[in-house]
């Protein structure tokens, strides 16, 4: 795979941590401060700190969520290393995107990192819904899984649609528009990717009373995502082994 190697910006990251869970919810981000995010884990039973520097730069060691947001320059290839070897030791990584019609770049940026870790979902690059809108569970808009427990009602502005396949999932649609992927998930090895395309749903979520982003955020960071632990293969793996044995002790009594 073709490295990048181009000029990188220092990045802003947000530390977060448990007394329960230890972990670092890392967010970089070039076009907006973290503040909001950062001081709400703080307000919510997390220790969080932000940090200045290259991803590469950082012991990922321990850490429960990475958040990296809307890059304002290519990631360079030691930082997609960085962020290939985390999701190897079972870290998540919480993408944070815009709508098309106003961060294009930068979500292409993510799509280029996305597919170098193996993800199979990248945005489209439009601009959907826009206006403040609520998906809903009632609606059939925030789907069934742990990673949405407790949240009924999600506050977003305009995002640009994600295009999933594979083991990728969605996990809540736009407003009244079934089928139209507003957020993603999916395990890669024993990590977890997020894919979120509106940096409205938590800039100011801490003050939206009667929504339930804030809960989201709170479960990207230790909600059961399906990943198996660190060293267990994956099903598909488990196949693949299986298939080789097969194979060999065919080969042995031939």
Known sequence: MKSIKMA????????????????????????????????????????????????DSFNLNGVNLLWAMQPANDYTSAELDAM?????????????????????????????????????????????????QTASRADGEILEHTLTAGVNNYEYACYSELSISGSAEALMYGNGLIGSVMMAYQNIGPGSVFFITDQNVWDHSPTWAGFDNTQMFLNLVTAETGAPPVGVPAPASLALIAFGLLALNRKKVL
């Open 84 to 132: 290939a070897a985390y999701l190897a030791q079972g870290g998540r990584i919480a993408f944070m995107g815009e709508h098309g019609s106003f961060m294009p770049a930068q979500n292409n940026r993510i799509n280029t990192a996305l597919a170098f870790l193996g993800a199979t979902m990248h945005t489209v690059n439009n601009a959907v819904s826009c206006g403040f």
């Open 8 to 55: 990188f910006t220092a990045a802003v990251f947000a530390v977060v941590s448990t007394a329960s869970q230890a972990g670092i919810v890392n967010i970089w981000s070039d076009a907006y401060s973290p503040n909001t995010l950062n001081n709400f884990y703080n307000a919510n039973g997390h220790t969080s700190s932000v940090l200045n520097g290259n991803l």
